[in-house]
C-alpha cells in the first residue's frame, strides 16, 4: 500500500464524515497523521479537492462560505 495514497483517503473520509469542518489539530486526531498532513492538505487545496478558510483555516469537502 502507497502510505501518503492511505492518508490522504484518510483525510478525505474524515472530512466528508464531518458535519462541520474541521481544523487541521481535530484533522490530526481523527486521522492520525502528523508529519505528512500540511503537505498532503496544501496540495489538497492547490487541486481544489477540499476548500480551506484563510482565519483558524477550518477545512471542508465541496462546502462553501456563505
Known amino acids: 500500500m502507497v502510505k501518503s495514497a492511505e492518508r ?3 483525510i478525505l ?7 462541520e469542518r474541521l481544523t487541521l489539530s481535530e484533522l490530526q486526531k481523527r ?5 505528512s498532513l500540511h503537505a498532503l ?9 477540499i476548500e480551506a478558510d484563510t482565519g483558524s483555516r ?3 469537502i465541496g462546502r462553501t462560505r456563505c
Open 8 to 10: 490522504t483517503v484518510r
Open 41 to 49: 492538505m496544501r496540495t489538497l487545496v492547490e487541486l481544489k479537492w
Open 31 to 35: 486521522t492520525g497523521s502528523r508529519s
Open 13 to 19: 473520509e474524515a472530512l466528508a464524515a464531518s458535519p
Open 58 to 60: 477550518p477545512t471542508g
